[in-house]
């Protein structure tokens, strides 16, 4: 499995690692959603955490040299909902950003509720500007609603790639810490989540979240119109 998940102490600590960049494929999402099942029976908080190194390098992109356009849309379908799975889900989300995040996984990022990175040469943002692909809805709403404002421009019309200190200023994280604490230091973070009440938190999240979950949901399957 590319994902995998342990649950301690009412944590569900959910782990993407494929030996490589953590690429987003169907594997990848299916992997993960099942380990949020898991998570959202079970416990009470989650940590979504990458491997050593490296969160997420983004979407797959041999899976997309292969799929044909049909299968692309059906990809980028499946990963925002993942991404509102994530960012409209009952449980607090914390992520543990273990290294570098590139395009999607820069987005998975915003659809955490508390985002921990580590310190050091790790490069964080999102590369459409500069790979030529335009931004889906989905990456679009979230930069939006989780972006400092003033860095929306430079981030995702330029795609600017900043580095971990630079990427707490932009708002695609809210602290550091040191490579090897990342793991630990978000499920400390996780476990204060953890305490606050359940039904109040799902139903604040959902909430202040309805709009940008909403135009995130009707881009879904409507491809063709954009």
């Not at 490296?54 to 292969?66: E, I, P, Q, V």
């Not at 799929?67 to 960012?87: C, I, P």
């Amino acid at each position: 499995m590319s994902a995998t998940v342990e649950i301690a102490n009412d944590i569900a600590l959910i782990r993407m690692d494929d030996n490589k960049a953590n690429a987003i494929n169907f594997e990848m999402i299916a992997a993960v959603n099942a380990a949020l099942d898991t998570a959202e029976a079970q416990a009470k908080a989650i940590v979504l955490a990458g491997r050593e190194g490296r969160f997420s390098g983004g979407f797959d992109l041999n899976a997309f040299a292969t799929l044909g356009a049909d299968g692309v849309y059906k990809l980028l379908d499946a990963g925002a909902e993942l991404l509102l799975r994530l960012y409209g889900g009952p449980l607090p989300v914390v992520a543990a950003c273990t290294g570098h995040a590139i395009a999607m996984g820069t987005f998975i990022l915003h659809a955490c509720d508390t985002r921990i990175g580590a310190s050091g040469a790790f490069k964080i943002g999102a590369n459409e500007a500069v790979t030529g692909m335009q931004l889906p809805v989905f990456a679009m709403e979230l930069a939006r609603d989780r972006l400092n404002p003033t860095h929306l421009t430079r981030a995702m019309i330029q795609g600017f790639i900043y580095d971990p200190a630079g990427a707490v200023e932009a708002g695609y994280l809210d602290m550091l810490a040191d490579p090897d604490k990342v793991e630990a230091t978000a499920l400390a973070v996780a476990g204060q989540l953890a305490q606050l009440p359940a039904p109040s938190y799902a139903w604040n999240k959902k909430a202040i979240r309805t709009k940008t979950l909403d135009r995130i949901r009707s881009s879904i399957g409507a491809h063709h119109k954009v």
